[in-house]
């Protein structure tokens, strides 16, 4: 599954020059953690956040610094944070550049970078221009793929298509977003092959597998370009 397949289209954004008012009043109708700033063209040249509310909430006394900045000057995260607190406006106050990612990432793509760089949502940019927006709400209701949409997945992309297995040679059951597996297969490649690609289809919660193989042919593997190639790699 794409960004593109779980992004909101209809996105709320916000100018540079929008009073923060403004944005504080958009963000509580319409009941969303941050906005993207976006110039006269639609470029993403940043992002408003409820952090960047809270820090200007705490204000000047409340900004850490390091020890000696009276000599050394001040640290580069304690001059982005007084002018957040001093900020008037969405382009004062928002985090620039922007973490943008693009409509044809797969999912555990944005799950790795809002992990890594700790953010709620992710505007969605073709080029730099805005279409739409993920947040991590949308990320979990990925899980909410039906289990019979999860059984076609398997059966037609990865065994058939993919792995070249007749589906009846293989027993699958999806319950609850769990995949169980069993059955003998011809090469313990095939099996290990087949666990990473059901693992890595979006909404398996679990693989329970009984597979068994009848050639242990462990340094044999489809090639991993193949298996990027046809989306099962990332």
Known sequence: MKVKDVMSRDVVAVRPETPLKEAARLMSTYGISGLPVVDESGAVVGVVSEADFLLK???????????????????????????KVAAATAGEMMSSPAETIAPEATLREAAALMVERR????????????????????????YLRPDDEI??????????????????????????????????????????????????????????????WQLDNSDVRLPEEDLVARGYRR
């Open 57 to 83: 909430e705490r204000g000047f006394d409340e900004i850490p610094d390091r020890p000696f900045a009276w000599l050394l000057g001040e640290s580069r995260a304690a001059k982005a944070a007084r002018t």
């Open 119 to 142: 953010i709620n949502r992710l505007p969605v940019t073709r080029g730099d221009h805005l279409i739409g927006i993920v947040t991590r709400a949308d990320l979990v209701r990925a």
């Open 151 to 212: 059984h076609r997945i398997i059966r037609d992309d990865i065994l058939l298509k993919t792995l070249w297995l007749a589906p009846d040679r293989v027993e699958l059951e999806v319950s609850e977003g769990v995949v169980r597996l069993a059955e003998m297969v011809d090469r313990r490649s095939t099996v290990e092959s087949l666990l990473r690609m059901v693992a890595d289809v979006d909404g398996v919660v679990a693989v329970d597998s009984a597979l068994r």
